[in-house]
């Protein structure tokens, strides 16, 4: 189940849930100056959050390596997807860029988070809207208008597919905490609206033959048209409704 503008104060949001597995996303814009290595783009900052509220596996204080690691994926997809062109997030070369703080907490945990991460964080972006800036000639300085906002412009649509194998032979799709915990090896699988792999993420564990790997990305492949549509769907109606 997918619900969109779950948080009223951030400027895009979205909850989602994957079986018994909850994450939430907020998406906050700031103003700030582009880098010296790309003046000519915004960027985007995700964050994976675990409290101890979500399982009894984690514990208060630094993100542990799990986030960690579950943030770095996120901003891979983000770079190797293009979901977003971080080209549309300047606004004057050199001077002024937005930067995208798109932070998922998850509320409940059951296994397979980064597929909730992923459609949470799509979804959150596609309903995010950024207020007009213009550069005040006189004092060189921003103006915001809050009343004028604009959706981004969503590029492609990623989509993950998790599987668990188990005997080196059974592949289980959307595994739970306890499925991923007795598996041999885990592998996550992302693909776009144009059937275009971007990410085969495989930490560790027993090899993968190439028929099933052809297998992964094929399901991968038909679940990302399914999410796609569920994605698209809620956020025209909420549209809609307003």
């Not at 994976?48 to 399982?55: E, G, I």
């Not at 606004?91 to 296994?111: A, F, H, N, P, S």
């Not at 306890?178 to 993420?201: G, Q």
Request: glycine share 4%.
């Amino acid at each position: 189940s997918l619900f969109t503008w779950s948080i009223s104060t951030a400027d895009g949001s979205a909850l989602v849930k994957v079986g018994n597995t909850t994450v939430i996303c907020g998406i906050k814009a700031e103003l700030t100056n582009p880098t010296v290595e790309a003046p000519g783009k915004g960027y985007i900052v995700p964050n994976v959050d675990l409290p101890p509220l979500c399982s009894s596996q984690f514990r208060p204080g630094a993100p542990g390596e799990q986030a960690q690691a579950a943030s770095q994926f996120i901003a891979d997809v983000i770079e190797s997807s293009e979901v977003i062109q971080t080209e549309d997030l300047c606004i004057e070369r050199g001077k002024l860029c937005w930067v995208l703080y798109c932070d998922m907490m998850c509320l409940d945990y059951d296994g397979n988070l980064l597929d909730a991460c992923i459609i949470a964080l799509l979804a959150a972006l596609k309903n995010t809207q950024l207020p007009e800036v213009t550069i005040s000639t006189e004092t060189s300085s921003p103006e915001v208008n809050l009343e004028k906002r604009r959706r981004l412009h969503i590029h492609k649509h990623p989509v993950a597919a998790s599987f668990c194998v188990f005997d080196d032979s059974i592949l289980i799709v959307d595994p739970t905490a306890e499925e991923e915990s007795l598996s041999t090896a885990h592998i996550t699988v992302v693909t776009d609206d144009e059937e275009r792999l971007c990410i085969v993420h495989k930490p560790g564990g027993t090899p993968l033959s190439g028929e099933k790997l052809q297998e992964c990305i094929n399901r991968a492949t038909a679940r990302q048209r399914e999410i796609q549509k569920l994605v698209d769907k809620v956020v025209h109606s909420v549209k809609t409704a307003q």
